[in-house]
């Protein structure tokens, strides 16, 4: 559970953006969180191109056939998209 104060600074960091973007990806996240993802992203050039990706991912599955995602599809993703956060984002 987070509370106000967790979430009291500017923006959430690139860490923080990828945890919610599990739920994001899942279709089950709290409207207020993606207010907090698009804050982020309007001054995370790197964040936005990443779910950018993401949503034409899941736009795909959603409009395609119904899905059954491969096993360790999510486990994948997330390993590129921490790869991709590690190039892009010099996070101590
Ligand atoms: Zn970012």
Redesign the pocket.
């Known amino acids: 559970m987070a509370r106000a104060e967790d979430f009291g600074q500017e923006v959430m ?2 860490r923080e ?1 990828l945890e919610q973007l599990n739920q994001y990806v899942d279709g089950d996240i709290d409207p207020a969180l993606c207010e907090e993802i698009e804050r ?2 309007a ?2 050039d ?2 936005q191109v ?1 779910v950018d990706t993401l949503r034409k991912t899941i736009t795909i599955y959603k409009n395609g056939r119904p899905l059954e995602l491969p096993p360790g599809f999510h486990k994948r993703l997330h390993q590129t998209l921490r790869a991709h ?1 590690k190039q ?2 010099r996070t101590p």
């Open positions: 960091n690139c953006l982020h992203l001054d995370c790197p964040c990443m956060w892009t984002h």
